[in-house]
Each structure stands twice: as C-alpha cells, then as structure tokens.
C-alpha cells in the first residue's frame, strides 16, 4: 500500500493541475460516460431516460460534474472513492437509492460484500444504528436481486 | 489489493464469528485502549480527563463499542475505516471536532494529506459544496497546526 | 421588481406590527384555512380527514400557525415563499409528501415548471445530487399524475 | 416523582461505577435479550433473522449496545428512555421503521398514545411540521394495524 | 405512575378540545410567557431583546408557537416535555445554543443532572457518539458555569 | 410578474440545450468569476486565497460548477436563486458561513433585508425554531457588522 500511495502522490502533482482533471481533446460528458459506465454500463443510459422529459440537464450535470470533474481524478482510487460514498451515503440516511446503486457499482468494482457490510456497520458508531440497519437492509435488498437473477 | 482482499475475506470468515471480534482473555475496554491509541497514543488520556467529572461511562463506552467492538474487527483495515469516517464526518457536518480527531489519525496511520483532500472534494457531489468547504477548513487547521509545531 | 419591492416595503411596516397578521375579527384558524385554500382548496379538508383520529390538533396546528400565523403574512409574496419551501424541502430530504404538495402548490400559484426544476437543480450545489435527484423525482411524479389527469 | 428522582439517584451511583451496567454471571448479549424483550417479545427473533444471512453482527450489536450497555442502565426508567427515543427518531425523520418499532414499544411499556402523539407534536417546535406530521402519520400506522388484529 | 397516567388521560380529553389550549381571556402571548418563564424567568426579556432590531415577530412567534399554543398543553408534563426536547436538540446536532437552554431549563425544574445525562448517552444509539459527545460537552459547560457562579 | 415568467419560459428553451448555459468562446471558470463576482465582487479572490495551500481545486470547483454551471443559468433569475439559498442554507443548519455570506449577496443583489428576515421566519414551520432562530441570529451579524463599517 506505501507503494500505491506514493504512486498517487505522484499521480496528484498532475492531479491539482487545472489540464489534468479532463484529458486534451476529450469533453467533460464523455469523459464522464466513461466514468461512470465503469460502475454500470447501463446507468449513462438509465440517467438519460429518467430524466429526458423533466429535467435532462440534472442527468448531464451529474455525468459531467460528478463523473467527469470529480470521480475521475486520479488522486483517490475508485474504491477508495466506492467506500467513501457508501459511508456518506449510509450517513445521510436520505439517498436509499444512491446507496443502492452505489452498493451495485462498489461490488462491480471489486470491493467485496464484507468491506461494504463492514462499512455499514462502521456507522452506527458516527450516526446511530438506524442509520446501519436501514443501510444494511438496502445491502441485503441489493444482494437478494443479485442471487435471483 | 486483490490479495489483500482474499486474506481479508478469510479473516472475515472469523471475523463474523462471535468470539473473534473479542480475543479470549482481553477485556473490551483494553481492547479498545490498544485500537485508539494506534490512531493518538494520547486520545483515551484526553477522552478520560474530558469526561471524568460529567459522564466518566460516555469515555468508556466510546472505547469499548468504537474502538473494541467495531474498530478492531479486522473485515476492514484500519486506512479504510478512517477513510469511510473521513466521509461520514463531512457528509454529516455537524461533527467538528471528530472529523478534526480522525483527519490528524487518518494521516498518523498512512492515509495521506492528499486522498484525505480528495475524500472531501468527493463529498461535494454527494453532500453539496457547504460539507467539502467546511470539512476542508477544518483539514486546514489541522495542517496549520502540525506545520506550526 | 424594484416596485414590487418596495411596495412589501410598505406592507412590512404593517407586516411586523402584531395586529397586522392576524386581521381584527378573523380567527387564526379561518385565516389559515384561507390562506391554505390558495395553495389547494382541498387540503384543509385532506388534513383534517387524515389527522381527526389520530391527532386532531395537528392538523389545526399546521393551518393556524404554518397558515395563519407564517404564510399569510404580507411581507413575502406566496411566489416567493413556495420557491424558500420547495428548496427547504428538497434540501431536508425527508419530507417527501411535503415537497410533492409544495410542487402541486407551487404550479398553482404560478410558479412555473421551469422555475421549480432549476430551485432543485440549484440544490445540487448546496445539498449535493441525492436531494436534487430525489427531488427532481418527486416533481416527474406530480408532472406525471398531473397529464394522466 | 421527586420521590423516583430521589431512587433514581440513589441507582446511578452504582449506574455509574463499571461493574453494574453488566451484571456479573450475565452476558452482555443474554442481558441485552432480557431488556429488548421487555419491549417486544418478538424482537430478537426478528432482528436475528432479518439480519442472520446477510450481517449477523449487526444484529448482535444492536442487541448487546443498544439493549445491553445502554437501555438496561438504571439511571433512566424505560417510559422516559423510549419517551426520548421517540423524540428523537421523529426529530431525524430517517428513521421511520424504528419509530414504528418505538411507538410499538412505548405503548407497551405503559407510555400512553396520549403521551406519544404530544412528543410528536412537541417535535414541531424544534423540528418542524413535516417531521412531525410523518411521525404522527407512523403513529396513525400503528393505531390502525393495532386496531385491525 | 399508573395513577399520573390516568390522570394526564383526563386531562387530555380537554387537551384535544380547541378552547383548552388557550384558555379563555388569556392571550396568547401572556399563556406562552408564563409557560416560557417557568423554565428560565429571564427568557422572555432575553429573547425580546435579543430580537428587537432584528425580528421582533420571531420572539413573539416562539412564545406564543412554542409556549402558549405547545408548550402550555396539558397531556405531557413538563418535566416529560424538556427530556424529549433534549433528545431532540442532543439528536439534531445543529442547535447547541438551545440544547444549553434546555439543560438549564430540565435542571431548573427537576429533571436531574443524572437523567440529563443518561438520556444524552441513550443518543448515542440513535445518532451515534458524536452527537452524545457534543450533547455531552454542553452540559459539562452547563454545569461549570453553574458550579463557578 | 407573469411577464417575466413568460421570458424566462422562453430563456429556458434556450437554457435547457447545452450551449446556452456557458457562452461560446467563455470557459467556465471564466464564467463563474464573472457570476460570483455578482454577488461580491472580492469572492473569487477570497476562495482562491483561503484555499490555495490546502485544496486549490475545491476553490476551482465551486467557482465552476456552482456559478458557471448552475448560477448563471438564465432559467431563474438572481434574486430568485438567493431566496432558494437562504431557505436550503438555513434549513441545514450546518452551514453558518455560507449563510452568512448569501445574506450579503443577497442584499447586494437587491432582495431586501424584510424578504430575508421573512424566509428565515419561514424556515420554523418546515425545520422548527432552532433553525430560524440561529438563521436570524446571522442575519443580525451581518446587519451589525454592515452598521458599524
């Protein structure tokens, strides 16, 4: 890991300059697709459809500020930045979606279902056992989709 | 990293099992002394000193549940966890001083200055730009501080 | 605007005077029911029917002092405090069925579409995308029950 | 009650000491059964099994922090411990399969649905009406499902 | 405590009939003025003064919402209604200067220190240590304050 | 007012399709200058100079995302935006310094200090007291603080 860290320090003399964070020649929303389809292929096109016919700016805004100027800086891994997420989100207790998604993306990504199980319960400690319990339930949600399909 | 989830996935196999998450022989609360004191040696002197007088029981359950119970549980290593807290403090924003605590921790155990930026950055798409501005602020006195010592 | 402005100014003398707000001969809760119906002539009638086995008095709460006491004041024009309401509520996140009212309320009384998408895409910036996401939601569903109508 | 006042603190100076809040010979996880039990007999059945496949621990935890260490302390009695509970699951507004579980609970334990229904309404002063018009919607809930067994 | 049940049970037959909650030939404001000084008796002359300049209708709105439309009802005593509302305020996080208040007030009529305290750990399962520790570092100024005064 | 609704429905046609919201030829950082600087004229410098040590990108990314991508969008004019502001900045009681400066830019901006005063009045029926009490206790900083310079 003292390795991979010092690998990102590097990474991030790049990464606080203004170039780096979207690559020459490549725009923030494609970019952002491609961020984001790391996490689901399909969600750039879930997004879309949600939100063509009542506020298609909100699912560009997501892809190009979310994805494009912020997931895809090379500073934080993208577990690092899975398990960042899945504790905020558990936290917030408003996002059950998001946390669900996110789950999904996380386990697609390479964390493993004990990382994220332990995430959870790392909360209760911050924000209370509501908090763990109802995200923990989200877990469960997203693992039984998973075994029957 | 992936063979360091493979041998966390074993551990896990343990660390799911009731006896595990408490060593035979150790007392929760030295249990929990030993896992505080690798994030500062000298938090659980200050917890006690805070608290003696007003809730000596608050100090020690914040020992024996955080740090005994869930912190030394070995599903997750210990940059994660601060990592996950890291996240959770700023999203919830009304944890000052914890987040304080746990950033000079974070980068007392290796998380460095960097990722614990970027964590807060991320924390902007998620929890709004008010959560990133404040918890930043808060990683500046930090770094002001321990320039200044 | 500037107008408008100025013409508040006037009523605002009168506003944070005590009689002014609740006016000579009117009982508060008559005000509220008043002020209440523009939003939605039935609500009264909704709120006392879901309330009146439960919690009678919340109901006449809600309209004495959120109606009566808060929203029939003249300092601030109904546009302008449904637009404060739609982004308190989608900042909050927890108030689902609120918000969705707000929404219906909101149109009513001339705010248009536009203007509501853009106060929860504004909320992006302070709350992050969950709020935004989970509001822009809430408003598909009012545009949705609202065509089908 | 200055008369319990006076018992309860006789009760805290042992609450205080160490030793107490565990009784000897008992285990944290046994004693935790005991105390949620008081609330619902049902309820380690059903946290267990919720929980058995997919975070065991959690389960656990709750049942020895929550009911163990915490609810089975004698500084506070059980009316005024879910009283504050209550108070406090409707302030969140996050939590509203535990406010259930709560109410569930209160009334159980001889708080009165007269009691609940003020909390809830006390709520309105420091939470606002939207938190506590869902809590009392939670209440109407479970008077309705109480109502129809 | 049965008995103080059955008693407040009575009670709240009138608690729920409109003219009760203020009684007859009393203002509103004079009702929430001797509610409000039950707790503090200098509390209606600071919020006045706080708020004269700056909004004077919000001092008037929190004596007569808070104090004589809430507070004044009779179907939760007092001591009841300030161990909810510190639930509440240690839970919400946000409100440490009322939180002060309200120790104060909660010691003030009878709510003991212990109590206090022990409702401020029972938080810490519901919205987990930070909360119980900043709830719990107000009531050790509280109580310094008292102690040196 | 239904005049300046119409021309904003028209703006938004416009507004919604991508080119529209940052200008041919401007970038985006350059745009957000420009719109933060709206609001006051020294913000851009006071971001840049608090951050430029410890998150220079965070500076970048408000300015960016938050005034170039979403405050100079042409579907809600200023002082609307401010007003959404004030109400989500006092709702989430987490963030005083941003409150702290929308109020000056919203003065600055030309929403009088009645209108603000009466948002924050406002807040109390949708989050409770305590946030519209410490809202208001920051409108009267900077009220004090503008008086006295």
Request: net charge negative; aromatic share 6%; hydrophobic share 45%.
């Given at each position: 890991m003292v390795a991979e860290r010092e690998q990102e320090g590097k990474l991030d003399e790049v990464?606080?300059?203004?170039p780096s964070s979207v690559p020459e020649g490549a725009s923030r929303y494609a970019l952002g697709v491609q961020s984001l389809s790391q996490l689901d292929e399909n969600q750039v096109e879930n997004l879309e459809a949600t939100f063509e016919?009542?506020?298609?700016d909100l699912a560009r805004l997501v892809i190009e500020y979310?994805?494009?100027?912020?997931?895809?800086?090379?500073?934080?891994?993208i577990q690092h930045r899975e398990m960042a997420t899945l504790a905020a989100l558990t936290a917030m207790g408003t996002a059950s979606a998001q946390l669900k998604f996110h789950i999904k993306a996380a386990l697609h990504i390479g964390v493993s279902q004990i990382e994220i199980r332990e995430i959870i319960i790392l909360m209760s400690v911050y924000c209370g056992f509501p908090a763990a319990i109802n995200g923990t339930l989200v877990l469960k949600e997203v693992m039984s989709e998973s075994s029957s399909s």
């Amino acid at each position: 890991m003292v390795a991979e860290r010092e690998q990102e320090g590097k990474l991030d003399e790049v990464g606080v300059s203004r170039p780096s964070s979207v690559p020459e020649g490549a725009s923030r929303y494609a970019l952002g697709v491609q961020s984001l389809s790391q996490l689901d292929e399909n969600q750039v096109e879930n997004l879309e459809a949600t939100f063509e016919d009542i506020s298609p700016d909100l699912a560009r805004l997501v892809i190009e500020y979310g994805f494009a100027d912020i997931f895809s800086r090379p500073a934080l891994d993208i577990q690092h930045r899975e398990m960042a997420t899945l504790a905020a989100l558990t936290a917030m207790g408003t996002a059950s979606a998001q946390l669900k998604f996110h789950i999904k993306a996380a386990l697609h990504i390479g964390v493993s279902q004990i990382e994220i199980r332990e995430i959870i319960i790392l909360m209760s400690v911050y924000c209370g056992f509501p908090a763990a319990i109802n995200g923990t339930l989200v877990l469960k949600e997203v693992m039984s989709e998973s075994s029957s399909s």
